[in-house]
């Protein structure tokens, strides 16, 4: 990392095009027009401002080339396009609008990932817990940390020039390190280009988003990128899950790896977890056992980092439950409830798995959930299954159905329920709210009532409108009203 920042966003458009390196890339087709100053970039019209180099990504649903004039008229003083458009503006043409997005952006803000430690977080599940984990980690150590993921923006890893401009932010500010969730999107789309992770941190890898990766093969293929020496200098691979052996097996950056294997005395209870490594005692205050792989991920990309194991205790002595991850609801009911953001089929294996473990022997495990609409079709069938063979009651309902019928989400579900656990299936209550009121009212004590797929959000959308729901709050107002 360099040890001054320079100067940021005071650049003319042809020495950016010639600090971010897109003629060596092979990106750059042409410059047309005058050498204007640059001040400000973005993929935005709205936040177009006088100085501002506008690029033009052709989105999945929207061609930005369509807002050029847009951009002009609030102020934009030259284009990033990948053809000439009649507009008298300097333009910079290239092969790959979003590729050069990143670099250009990361150039203009004078590359800020260079001067902090960036450690990123990719994986199915458990990135936004272990950046939670980590950065409490790295404040225990000293550093000031910033945090980047699900919970701290409308994406989990934002577009290239939001993204550089908020770590150009972090830096002024004084941040020494930024933990960010990098999802496969991101990665495929770019939104990271231009950036250098010290450390990158792989969690685990199962069936998600393949209505925009289509396949798995694929799917691990963009998370695998993130692990090269495009983006990083070492990776943090968890070598219990199949695909992180895979990674672990092919990556050519420096690596180091952890598991289950690593530590002994493991305890754990729906707000605790704790175990030794090494001789040194690690309580942490989230419950779960893949909490437990979560915490094991933080703990080995602060070790990478130079970070003594004491500091490391100390850090997850003070860290706390992630909301909506394995989030233990308690209004002084006789059971247990859990809030968990578990959207995919291994998530809710997973989180059903925990929870079992925690019960009473006499106890039932119960799990309200669905799946939203609009999202990879294939996980619902095997969603069911899941459900049906590791719950004892299944209420399933709506989650964001979006503009598909929640109804026949909810069928879609219910059909992976195998016949033989076709008793445990409770009914298909569409109504959220009233789903999750109906698990409380026959839930006994020794019990425990998961409730899956939304976690930490705080609203449902349903068809084109957005309405107010959080499940922890929902559920803190109807254990409170039974009291």
């Given amino acids: 990392m360099s040890a001054t920042p320079a100067a940021t966003g005071q650049m003319t458009v042809r020495h950016l095009v010639e600090t971010s390196q897109l003629g060596e890339r092979g990106l750059l087709i042409d410059v047309v027009g005058a050498d204007v100053g640059i001040t400000n970039i973005t993929h935005d019209s709205r936040q177009v401002l006088a100085g501002t180099i ?20 609030a102020g934009a003083t030259a284009l990033l396009v ?10 910079v043409v290239v092969t790959d609008v979003r590729h050069a997005t990143g670099l250009l952006a990361a150039a203009l803000y004078n590359f800020p990932s260079t001067r902090m430690c960036v450690v990123g977080v990719t994986g199915t599940n458990g990135k936004t817990t272990t950046a939670h984990l980590l950065a409490e980690i790295l404040r225990a150590h000293g550093w ?19 993204l550089q401009r ?12 930024v933990v960010m969730e990098v999802t496969s999107h991101a990665l495929e789309l770019h939104r990271v280009t231009g950036t250098t992770f010290e450390v990158a941190v792989f969690t685990n890898l199962s069936q998600d988003h393949l209505d925009f ?68 005692h690690v309580r942490a205050q989230l419950g779960g056992q893949f909490n437990v792989m979560n915490s ?5 990309a ?21 909301p909506g991850r394995f989030e233990s609801i308690d209004a002084g009911q006789s059971f247990d409830v859990i809030v968990d953001y578990a959207h995919t089929p291994d998530a809710l294996e997973r989180v059903l798995d925990s929870s079992r473990s925690l019960m009473s022997e006499n106890g039932k495990l119960m799990v309200v959930f669905g799946c939203g609409g609009d999202r990879d079709a294939d996980k619902r069938l095997p969603m069911g299954e899941i459900a049906g063979a590791k719950a004892d009651v299944v209420i399933i309902t709506s989650d964001n159905p979006r503009s ?47 409730i899956a797929g939304k976690g930490h959000e705080s609203t449902q959308t349903i068809g084109t409108e957005i309405f107010p729901f959080s499940d922890a709050q929902v559920a803190r107002e109807l254990l409170g009203a039974q009291s």
């Fill in 302 to 322: 602060a070790r990478a980092l130079g970070v003594s194991l004491i500091e490391i205790a100390e850090g997850l002595g003070h860290a706390t439950a992630v």
């Fill in 166 to 177: 908020t770590l150009s932010e972090f830096e002024r500010n004084g941040a020494r390190a």
């Fill in 54 to 73: 506008f690029c033009c990504i052709n989105g999945m649903q929207v061609d930005g080339h369509n807002f050029a004039q847009q951009a002009v008229d």
């Fill in 404 to 450: 598909e019928s929640g109804a026949e989400i909810a069928l879609q579900i219910n059909a992976g329920v195998r016949p033989t656990d076709s008793h445990k299936v409770l009914c298909i209550e569409l109504d959220r709210r009233a789903a999750i009121g109906k698990a409380f009212s026959i839930a006994q004590p020794g019990d425990v009532v998961v």
């Fill in 213 to 280: 990766h289509h396949t798995m093969e694929k799917y691990f293929a963009a998370k695998a990128k993130l692990f090269t020496e495009q983006y990083s200098t070492c990776g943090v691979v968890n070598r219990d899950d199949v695909h992180g052996q895979l990674l672990l097996d092919t990556m050519t950056i420096k690596s180091c790896s952890f598991g289950m294997s690593d530590i002994a005395e493991v305890k754990m209870d729906a707000r605790h977890i704790e175990y030794v490594l090494e001789g040194v």
């Fill in 82 to 91: 990948d053809h000439a458009l009649p507009i008298d503006i300097p333009q």
């Fill in 144 to 162: 000031k940390t910033e945090v980047i993921g699900t919970l701290t923006g409308a994406r989990t890893t934002p577009e290239s020039t939001d």
């Fill in 296 to 300: 094991l991920a933080a703990v080995s």
